[in-house]
């Protein structure tokens, strides 16, 4: 059982690595030939896969148990496996932080005061980390992204004493050796953050994190996947089946930091911005099985979301007379994206009945604006409110079916002119 446990840890495990074979024979106290000896019955007999020289215990719940058997006694307390393994392959602590950790991470779905036993594990790392120049830290962030999905919390306090303790620069072998220093380490940290945001609970700490990091960072968001305010939107994206409580989630933490007078960095983007995905009517999902790229349109139901979109289209319109002028264009940027009918892609037609169930929300906004939300020609920021209600009455003058704004608004009296 000892040894299905270290392969289940270690997988997948490398049969050609002979320093790994010599490493893990001394650890389980035999010679190298009777592991191989093992390892062949054990594959003959099913419980281990190979592709090429990698052998993977299946099915995932039967290495999850021999895993769990022996990490944890028989009243949920660390053994000192995981303790022992790492010592005797330090080379391998990532793969065997991602293995428990999925281990750990569906024990306490099912006990939220079950004892992890990578407590001591996690603080190896983090001394390793603390003790690596800014090279070595880089490199952590990249491996234990792997990691993080199923160990958030630890990644998360990683993160934290990642900014709170600068690495000193380091310049790579090389003729052409790049000077590495904090900024890359922060730049990288979108990387780590993202998978923690997975987590419902920890998306509020990981987005304040990704803002504070992400606010001043210049680089281009298109380009560049794991920049940090891309995190963010793409955090609060809609996807089948993703709970809402994650765009709450992120529209709650948003508030709060306009409310603490949180406003737009270097990057020019403020906290108003980020709510952008919550404006989509539809999007795409994109699916890889390592040979193929599978991309599928989907459509947004507003049967469940209406609150949501209701308190972002308020707070768009609240916005919309701040004197901030980044704040009144990123309200402008909101209700404009609210009055836009459903895009449609790859392939996707959109009818006219997908239209139709946005007509209330586009009307109620154009209403709201008619309305002026009581600015006035002499008020503060009434300039920029004047300005803000006749960008968005633009399209309303200028009728370009099909989906220009006016035919989106049109109802049985004709559209509604802000």
């Known amino acids: 059982m000892r040894t299905l446990a270290c392969v289940a840890a270690l997988s997948p495990y490398d049969d050609s690595d002979e320093a790994t074979r010599s490493a893990l024979a001394e650890f389980l106290g035999i010679h190298t030939d009777k592991l191989v000896l093992l390892l062949g019955n054990i594959e003959e007999a099913e419980l281990l896969e190979r592709r090429g020289p990698w052998l993977r215990m299946v099915p995932d719940v039967l290495a ?33 932080l991602r293995n428990a950790g999925e281990m750990n991470l569906f024990l306490r779905s099912r006990n939220p005061g079950h004892t992890s036993p990578l407590a001591q594990v996690w603080d190896g790392v983090r001394q390793q980390v603390r003790a690596a ?78 803002w ?19 995190v963010i939107t793409d ?16 529209l709650d933490t948003v508030v709060a930091m306009l409310g603490a007078g949180e406003r737009a960095g270097a990057a020019g983007i403020g906290p108003l911005a980020l709510l952008a995905p919550i404006t989509a009517k539809d999007g795409t999902t994109t699916r890889s099985d390592g040979q193929s790229l599978t991309i599928k349109p989907f459509t947004v139901s507003p049967d469940n979301i209406e609150p949501l979109r209701d308190r972002v289209r308020g707070l768009a319109l609240h916005y919309l007379f701040s004197e901030d002028l980044t704040l009144a264009r990123d309200a402008v940027m909101l209700l404009e994206a609210f009055l836009h009918d459903p895009r449609g892609a790859f392939g996707h037609q959109v009818g006219d009945a997908e239209r139709q169930v946005w007509r209330p929300e586009q009307r109620a906004i154009l209403r709201e604006l008619q309305d002026g939300r009581g600015a006035d020609r002499d008020a503060p920021g009434g300039g920029v409110a004047r300005a803000a209600r006749s960008e968005l009455a633009c399209p309303l003058r200028r009728i370009r079916p099909p989906g220009g704004l006016a035919t989106a608004v049109a109802g049985s009296d004709g559209p509604l002119r802000p």
């Open 212 to 230: 504070e990091i992400g606010k001043d960072d210049t680089r281009n968001r298109n380009q560049t996947s794991d920049h940090p305010l891309r």
């Open 133 to 210: 120049g800014a090279i070595g830290r880089l490199q952590w962030v990249t491996d234990l992204a792997r990691v993080a999905l199923y160990q958030p919390g630890p990644a998360l306090r990683l993160v934290r004493e990642l900014l709170d303790n600068p690495a000193a620069p380091e310049t790579e072998d090389g003729l052409y050796g790049r000077a590495i220093d904090q900024d890359d380490i922060v730049g990288a940290l979108g990387t780590l953050l993202r998978p923690i945001g997975s987590h419902l609970g920890h998306v509020p700490a990981v987005c304040r994190l990704l």
């Open 64 to 96: 999850d148990e021999f895993l769990r058997r022996q990490a944890l006694s028989a009243v949920d307390r660390p053994t000192g496996f995981l303790d022992l393994l790492v010592a005797a392959l330090p080379g391998h602590v990532v793969t065997i």
């Open 235 to 250: 955090i609060t994206g809609y996807l089948p089946g993703k709970w809402v409580a994650f765009q709450q989630s992120v």
